[in-house]
């Protein structure tokens, strides 16, 4: 079966951006085995602020709730949405069942649960435009168990897209991955 990539490179990407977080996420992935699989391209940069953000009120406040839900991100930003799923030992895309950013009021978000989509699935949001922006960055939540295991990463491309900047994991184990070669555990499988 031929390899897949999970990231969709465009024209204005840095391919050593892409290559970095592919490798991250495929570590995650050899790590936690998700069933699921989400993989989101944000149309260009974002900051920490979106890890674990839930929406905001009509009053404007913004809100980072217990219970993790997806980010929202306005679908105008949400350049490419693909899901695969885990069949036997191999990952297949398939049509996304739900769909993650949807066209609503911010506060409607706050009700938007994780685990209205999975219960073993690893959430990836990455940032496009790499060529032209000096840093970039990849969010991923693994929802398993009932709990939610964030993590958010800077890449920045004046250090050769290496770590800059981590939150809920640490840059060491996180430079570490990138260093290394892509691990070719999994075999990835077209669209069925």
């Known amino acids: 079966m031929p390899k897949m990539k999970l990231l969709k490179e465009k024209n204005n990407d840095n391919p050593n951006f892409i290559l970095n977080c592919e490798k991250i996420i495929q570590n995650r992935i050899n790590i936690w085995n ?14 920490e602020k979106w890890l674990e953000f839930s929406g905001t009120t009509m ?13 929202p991100f306005h679908p105008n930003r949400v350049e490419f949405s693909d899901f695969y799923q885990k069949i036997a030992e191999h990952y297949v895309q398939k049509e996304n069942p739900k769909i ?26 990455y940032s496009g435009n790499s060529k032209v922006n000096d840093v970039e960055t990849l969010m991923c939540y693994l ?22 900047q981590a939150k809920g994991i640490l840059i060491k184990e996180i430079q570490s991955i990138i260093e290394s070669e892509l691990n070719e555990k999994h ?5 069925v």
Not at 34 to 47: C, S
Not at 187 to 191: L, V
Request: proline letters at 4%; a positive charge.
């Open 34 to 47: 998700p069933t699921d699989i989400f993989v989101n391209r944000i149309d260009n940069w974002f900051d």
């Open 59 to 71: 009053s404007g406040l913004s809100i980072w709730k217990g219970e993790t839900t997806i980010p």
């Open 100 to 125: 993650l950013h949807i066209y609503q009021k911010s506060k409607d978000n706050l009700k938007r649960y994780i685990s209205g989509f999975t219960n073993n699935g690893l959430f990836i949001w």
């Open 143 to 164: 929802f398993r168990e009932s709990e939610c295991h964030p993590f958010f990463i800077t890449l920045n491309g004046k250090k050769e897209w290496n770590v800059s």
């Open 187 to 191: 075999s990835w499988q077209q669209r």
